[in-house]
């Protein structure tokens, strides 16, 4: 099946820096979310990006899906940040669930 | 809109037991997939539903089974409880095909 792995497994920054995480996959995607999960375990969709460029207010995403792999930006972070980024993604072929990477847990001290 | 809503969300069961957890999608949202969290496994697909009919189905025991109302709202069931059952279970709703969106899930603690 599809491999889907994030870099680093573990962050931690001091407020203000920025950071990217970064996201491979062994296979062509339909579909490519970032999330992030809240401490009471709720994951939040940042991005629905299978391909392109996309900012959010601080946080911005590029996909750049021939080269199967996708990075996310934070900048300026703030302790608000912290918690556990996931990237999930969706086989080309369709009709498969979202597969999950490990996460980056990132923490970022005031 | 409201958001994608489970029931309960937190949950105590002893071994042996049985559970029925419950999601109810976004409005309009047809499709209802369901994920265990584990600490040691990650986050790992259960099944999928959309019009009623299930379109996937993970890697799991026969134990655990789901099924979706003609108003798209969801239910799964775990039967004879493990307690390797303990974890977070997440819901996803989507228009499908595309985005998905989350639950606040349900922690189950199986003692």
């Known amino acids: 099946g599809i491999q889907v792995e994030q870099s680093p497994p573990d962050l931690i920054l001091q407020e203000g820096a920025n950071s990217t995480l970064r996201c491979n996959f062994s296979d062509s995607v339909n579909n490519l979310q970032w999330f992030h999960q809240n401490p009471w375990g709720q994951l939040i969709n940042l991005f629905y990006?299978?391909?392109g460029t996309k900012q959010n207010g601080r946080l911005s995403a590029t996909t750049v899906a021939t080269e199967r792999y996708s990075l996310l930006y934070i900048s300026s972070s703030q302790t608000t940040d912290s918690g556990v980024y996931f990237c999930a993604v969706e086989l080309e072929s369709g009709n498969t669930p979202l597969v999950f990477g490990k996460g980056t847990r990132l923490s970022v001290i005031a | 809109k409201a958001g994608v809503t489970q029931t309960p969300r937190y949950l105590i069961k002893t071994r042996g037991q049985q559970v029925t957890l419950s999601c109810s999608p976004i409005s309009g949202h047809r499709s209802v997939s369901w994920y265990q969290q584990t600490p040691g496994q990650g986050l790992q697909f259960l099944f999928e539903?959309?019009?009623?009919?299930?379109?996937n189905k993970g890697n799991f025991p026969g134990r655990f089974s789901g099924r979706q109302f003609s108003n798209s709202r969801s239910e799964m069931n775990v039967s004879t409880l493990e307690l390797g059952d303990s974890a977070l279970y997440l819901c996803?709703?989507?228009?499908?095909?595309?985005?998905?969106?989350f639950g606040p899930g349900t922690r189950l603690t199986v003692l």
């Open positions: 539903y959309f019009s009623e009919t299930q379109r």
């Open positions: 990006i299978p391909s």
């Open positions: 996803a709703s989507s228009p499908f095909p595309g985005e998905q969106f």
